[in-house]
């Protein structure tokens, strides 16, 4: 995983000044998956804030070419990374095309929407990372399109220890503009959480399929 310290510092004090991370580690949250979690994250509120998505468009931008180069394409992965996606595309005058969960059960029958050409160069652009499951699908069915994946590009990842595998079997590089380490730290220097509260939640962090349970 790659990052930057200063850039995970400031998006996750962006996102946490919106809401887009709420920390409650009395009150936890359960995730679709059934996990119970001390923490949420809603990235696509970043679209509803101007100053905050120009900057995480604009990070993007930057880092993008800097750790891949520049790409054929930019790929959002839906629907999460559609919005964001498409303002990184635009910054960098590149085509945009975004990947489904799955196919269509009709029309075209498309995973993959847009125009894709077979050996193109492209970045996947990801709003959020848990275990990488579901992003890495979108890469195998841009794989399965004929494109050359350059690397993936996420606003935020847990950076659980299943996912770095995950991504390391695909043989995917992923840059993140923030984590759950950088965010932890910034939340405590803000009083956002007590060090208390830090403890449980780097607890969770490491076993967030077992945390919670009785």
């Avoid at 310290?5 to 936890?28: F, G, M, S």
């Avoid at 993959?112 to 990801?126: A, D, H, R």
Wanted: proline residues 4%; charged residues 20%; glycine residues 8%.
């Amino acid at each position: 995983m790659i990052f930057n310290k200063d850039t995970a510092e400031k998006t996750a004090e962006l996102l946490l000044q919106i809401n887009a991370i709420k920390l409650n580690p009395e009150n936890p949250f359960t995730w679709a998956s059934g996990w119970k979690s001390p923490i949420y994250c809603d990235n696509r509120l970043i679209l509803s804030f101007p100053i905050i998505r120009n900057y995480v468009r604009d990070e993007f931008a930057k880092n993008i070419e800097k750790q891949f180069g520049k790409p054929d394409v930019i790929a959002g992965v839906a629907t999460g990374a559609i919005g964001i996606g498409i303002l990184v595309a635009e910054s960098l005058g590149l085509p945009f095309v975004y990947v489904r969960p799955e196919a269509k059960k009709h029309g075209r029958q498309n995973q993959v929407e847009g125009f894709l050409q077979k050996g193109q160069n492209v970045v996947v652009v990801e709003d959020l990372i848990s275990t990488g499951n579901s992003s890495l699908l979108a890469v195998e069915a841009l794989r399965n399109e004929g494109a050359n994946i350059k690397g993936m590009a996420a606003i935020f990842t847990y950076g659980f220890g299943v996912a770095e595998e995950n991504f390391k079997k695909a043989n995917i590089d992923l840059y993140t503009l923030s984590n759950y380490e950088n965010l932890l730290d910034l939340a405590v220097q803000k009083q956002y959480i007590t060090e208390e509260q830090q403890s449980t939640l780097q607890e969770w962090s490491v076993s967030p399929s077992t945390w919670g349970q009785d």
